[in-house]
């Protein structure tokens, strides 16, 4: 009776509700703040929920679907349920939407869309499968079948966002590297565009009559008497207050746990030591998920590191590039956008310089060097006319750096680099040089949530647990990039669609 007459009292006032003494966790300034107060009542005033760990749920609205994280995952799971016609509110933690995503390069792996085709960017999506699964296997990812399965719909959701909401991607064919051609595609502007893809995406769920929270952290997940999953508590005001979203169905798009120092330690002791780059990933959605009995896999697969100025680590796959330590050594292929900062940290290198030429400066991606090297004019030297003034600038030793252009010329002579195996740009650079430093981070994680194929969270002898579902990063999906949270974002939000359509059949 108490949760009943709470909602009729909803955005009166804050008095009368705290002297109602119903509110639980809710903050009586919150209550009236609250965007979401008021909105829905729940009419089942019988059912007695408790949030794991702690009791008083009070339901501030209810929804058909709610979606933990605004990333390429979350945004995506969205997709399919507000073309049902089904009320979505997706929440996330930060004050702007877009997580990791919105950050990320926007290098976005996916073979044989119709974006890729009518650009002639052909490869089959069979082809760069054993290219990806190779990749995928070296580094230790067992579980290839749902990887493939993403892979095998990432086109799909290319070509969903480009007709649909109007996401643009740059022209494909503009890919030199014979190691990605037709296997990545870029946001219209290039490097770090995300905004191109996510922005039209967001827009047009806004328009579709999605509801979109910020500075909501959820922190436990709703169960009914029943331990069915009935909607999540969020921490929002900066952790002042408590909000309870009721619905139908949970989907925790919350992303990887790179960002965890505690998670990162109990599964990746080696990689502890490096530093992260975003506070999106605090693995959250793998605790909510844990917290209800989801099943956690392959959180012990090493997790890729990039560049602590991350655009940087991608450009050797647009443009000549030369990468030395900080003895002027090579010692990782350029063409590859992992290769310095693994190695580097493997060999602990402690950092790396990038070397470039004009035809990086001036290339596909010049809008990226623009940027990057302008916010990051500290750990620019150049242009230098010679090599020697290049060792100078940045400190390595002149006549080191000297053998390493040798031995590189020597390569490129050879067309074959013996050391490394680039295949891609291996010609020569020119005067005037320049260079970046940088340092390796852990930016993703391969591992999280078990789950079935339409993204389910799996409990205890891999029975689903009903009504909670988990994709992109949060998820054991293998892939841990773009292309693969988006992919398993749409596949996740068709499923719960289908499902309620079944439910209420
Ligand atoms: C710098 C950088 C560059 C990258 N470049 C590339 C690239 O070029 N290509 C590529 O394929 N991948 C790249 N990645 C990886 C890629 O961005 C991720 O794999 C992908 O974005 C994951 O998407 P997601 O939606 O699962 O997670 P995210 O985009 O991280 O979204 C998760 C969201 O959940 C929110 N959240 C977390 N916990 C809670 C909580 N408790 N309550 C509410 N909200 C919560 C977060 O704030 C976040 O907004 C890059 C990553 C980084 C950091």
Same mark, same amino acid.
């Not at 909803?10 to 300034?29: F, H, K, N, R």
């Not at 009518?118 to 070296?138: N, P, T």
């Not at 929002?236 to 960002?259: H, I, M, P, Y």
């Not at 390493?404 to 010329?409: G, L, Q």
């Given at each position: 009776?108490?949760?009943?007459?709470?909602?009729?009292?909803?955005?009166?006032?804050?008095? &009368?509700?705290?002297?109602?003494?119903? @509110?639980?966790?809710?903050?009586?300034?919150?209550?009236?703040?609250?965007?979401?107060?008021?909105?829905?009542?729940?009419?089942?005033?019988?059912?007695?929920?408790?949030?794991?760990?702690?009791?008083?749920?009070?339901?501030?609205?209810?929804?058909?679907? +709610?979606?933990?994280?605004?990333?390429?995952?979350?945004?995506?799971?969205?997709?399919?349920?507000?073309?049902?016609?089904?009320?979505?509110?997706?929440?996330?933690?930060? $004050?702007?939407?877009?997580?990791?995503?919105?950050?990320?390069?926007?290098?976005?792996?996916?073979?044989?869309?119709?974006?890729?085709?009518?650009?002639?960017?052909?490869? &089959?999506?069979?082809?760069?499968?054993?290219?990806?699964?190779?990749?995928? &296997?070296?580094?230790?990812?067992?579980?290839?079948?749902?990887?493939?399965? +993403?892979?095998?719909?990432? !086109?799909?959701?290319?070509?969903?966002?480009?007709?649909?909401?109007?996401?643009?991607?740059?022209?494909?064919?503009?890919?030199?590297?014979?190691?990605?051609?037709?296997?990545?595609?870029?946001?219209?502007?290039?490097?770090?565009?995300?905004?191109?893809?996510?922005?039209?995406?967001?827009?047009?769920?806004?328009?579709?009559?999605?509801?979109?929270?910020?500075?909501?952290?959820?922190?436990?997940?709703?169960?009914?008497?029943?331990?069915?999953?009935?909607?999540?508590?969020? &921490?929002?005001?900066?952790? #002042?207050?408590?909000?309870?979203?009721?619905?139908?169905?949970?989907?925790?798009?919350?992303?990887?746990?790179?960002?965890?120092?505690?998670?990162?330690?109990?599964?990746?002791?080696?990689?502890?030591?490096?530093?992260?780059?975003?506070?999106?990933?605090?693995?959250?959605?793998?605790?909510?998920?844990?917290?209800?009995?989801?099943? +956690?896999?392959?959180?012990?697969?090493?997790?890729?590191? #990039?560049?602590?100025? !991350?655009?940087?680590?991608?450009?050797?796959?647009?443009? !000549?590039?030369?990468?030395?330590?900080?003895?002027?050594?090579?010692?990782?292929?350029?063409?590859?956008?992992?290769?310095?900062?693994?190695?580097?940290?493997?060999? $602990?290198?402690?950092?790396?310089?990038?070397?470039?030429?004009?035809? @990086?400066?001036?290339?596909?991606?010049?809008?990226?060097?623009?940027?990057?090297?302008?916010?990051?004019?500290?750990?620019?030297?150049?242009?230098?006319?010679?090599?020697?003034?290049?060792?100078?600038?940045?400190?390595?030793?002149?006549?080191?750096?000297?053998?390493?252009?040798?031995?590189?010329?020597?390569?490129?002579?050879?067309?074959?680099?013996?050391?490394?195996?680039?295949?891609?740009?291996?010609?020569?650079?020119?005067?005037?040089?320049?260079?970046?430093?940088?340092? !390796?981070?852990?930016?993703? #994680?391969?591992?999280?949530?078990?789950?079935?194929?339409?993204?389910?969270?799996?409990?205890?002898?891999?029975?689903?647990?009903?009504?909670?579902?988990?994709?992109?990063?949060?998820?054991?999906?293998?892939?841990?990039?773009?292309?693969?949270?988006?992919?398993?974002?749409?596949?996740?939000? $068709?499923?719960?669609?289908?499902?309620?359509?079944?439910?209420?059949?």
């Amino acid at each position: 009776m108490e949760r009943r007459a709470f909602f009729k009292l909803a955005g009166i006032s804050a008095a &009368s509700l705290a002297a109602l003494g119903a @509110l639980g966790a809710c903050d009586a300034g919150i209550v009236e703040d609250n965007p979401l107060m008021g909105a829905l009542e729940s009419d089942d005033a019988s059912e007695s929920l408790s949030p794991a760990g702690s009791p008083a749920v009070s339901f501030s609205a209810e929804v058909d679907v +709610l979606i933990v994280g605004s990333g390429v995952a979350g945004l995506s799971a969205a997709i399919a349920p507000v073309k049902a016609g089904r009320s979505v509110m997706i929440v996330d933690k930060l $004050e702007l939407l877009g997580g990791e995503s919105y950050e990320s390069n926007g290098v976005i792996c996916v073979a044989g869309s119709d974006v890729q085709r009518a650009a002639g960017a052909d490869r &089959s999506i069979d082809e760069a499968w054993q290219v990806v699964q190779k990749k995928l &296997s070296e580094v230790g990812v067992v579980e290839l079948a749902l990887a493939q399965r +993403l892979f095998e719909a990432a !086109p799909r959701w290319v070509d969903l966002l480009a007709s649909e909401y109007g996401a643009q991607f740059s022209d494909p064919s503009i890919v030199e590297s014979d190691d990605v051609k037709g296997l990545i595609l870029l946001p219209k502007n290039g490097l770090g565009d995300m905004e191109s893809i996510m922005v039209p995406l967001r827009d047009g769920l806004l328009d579709a009559g999605a509801v979109f929270h910020t500075d909501y952290r959820a922190t436990a997940v709703i169960l009914s008497e029943a331990a069915v999953v009935r909607g999540v508590r969020f &921490s929002v005001a900066k952790g #002042t207050s408590t909000v309870d979203v009721g619905a139908r169905r949970v989907v925790v798009a919350a992303g990887g746990f790179s960002s965890s120092q505690p998670l990162v330690h109990s599964y990746l002791p080696d990689q502890e030591r490096i530093a992260c780059y975003t506070t999106a990933s605090m693995g959250e959605g793998q605790m909510l998920c844990e917290a209800v009995g989801g099943q +956690l896999e392959g959180m012990d697969v090493a997790a890729p590191l #990039t560049s602590d100025i !991350p655009q940087a680590a991608a450009w050797g796959l647009f443009g !000549p590039t030369l990468i030395v330590d900080a003895l002027g050594n090579r010692f990782a292929r350029e063409d590859s956008i992992d290769a310095a900062a693994n190695a580097c940290a493997a060999d $602990e290198r402690g950092y790396w310089w990038t070397i470039f030429d004009e035809e @990086l400066v001036n290339g596909g991606q010049s809008r990226s060097l623009a940027q990057v090297t302008s916010g990051n004019s500290r750990r620019v030297v150049g242009p230098c006319n010679d090599l020697a003034a290049l060792a100078a600038q940045a400190g390595i030793p002149s006549e080191t750096l000297e053998g390493t252009f040798a031995r590189f010329d020597a390569a490129i002579e050879a067309g074959k680099d013996e050391d490394f195996g680039r295949t891609s740009f291996l010609q020569k650079l020119n005067p005037p040089y320049y260079a970046i430093k940088q340092m !390796p981070v852990r930016y993703k #994680t391969r591992g999280g949530v078990r789950t079935d194929e339409d993204g389910r969270v799996l409990g205890s002898l891999d029975a689903a647990i009903s009504g909670i579902y988990c994709c992109g990063a949060s998820a054991a999906i293998g892939m841990a990039g773009i292309a693969a949270s988006g992919a398993s974002g749409m596949l996740v939000g $068709e499923a719960v669609a289908a499902s309620l359509e079944g439910d209420d059949a």
